[in-house]
Nanobody
C-alpha cells in the first residue's frame, strides 16, 4: 500500500529556498506520476507542479513557473520540489500525491487525478 511521506518544510525568509521531498514508505514511487499541491489556511488545495512517471513531462502552475522545479531521483525513490525565490504567498501546507498508472487523459493539475496522498509538510515564508 502506498504511503507517501513529505519532508523538508520549514520557516524561511522571503527570497529564500527550500527543497521538499516525497518518498513512499510502502512501495517504490519510481513508476508513479507525482503531483505537488499546497493548501493555505482558509483556501482550497491548489496545484503546484507534477512530473510524469518516467520524468519526461513536467507541469507547473503559472504562479510558480521560473521559481519552483519538480524532479525525481529513482535511486533515492523520491520526488523533489525545489522552491526558489520564495514569497510570503507561498506559505501553505504542501502535499505530494501519486496515482496508479500514467496520466493518460487525466489532468495532472486536478486533485481527483491522484489516488493517494501524503500528510503534508508546512512551509512558512516570512516577509
Amino acid at each position: 500500500q502506498a504511503q507517501l511521506v513529505e519532508s523538508g518544510g520549514d520557516l524561511v525568509q522571503a527570497g529564500g529556498s527550500l527543497t521538499l521531498s516525497c518518498t513512499d514508505s510502502g512501495r517504490t514511487i519510481n513508476n508513479s506520476p507525482v503531483g505537488w499541491f499546497r493548501q493555505a489556511p482558509g483556501k482550497e488545495r491548489e496545484f503546484v507542479a507534477a512530473i510524469s512517471a518516467l520524468g519526461g513531462y513536467i507541469y507547473s502552475a503559472d504562479s510558480v513557473k521560473g521559481r519552483f522545479a519538480v524532479f525525481r531521483d529513482n535511486a533515492e525513490n523520491a520526488v523533489y520540489l525545489r522552491m526558489n525565490s520564495l514569497k510570503p504567498e507561498d506559505t501553505a501546507v504542501y502535499y505530494c500525491a501519486g496515482r496508479s498508472g500514467h496520466y493518460g487523459r487525466s489532468d495532472p493539475s486536478r486533485v481527483d487525478s491522484y489516488d493517494y496522498w501524503g500528510q503534508g509538510t508546512r512551509v512558512t515564508v516570512s516577509s
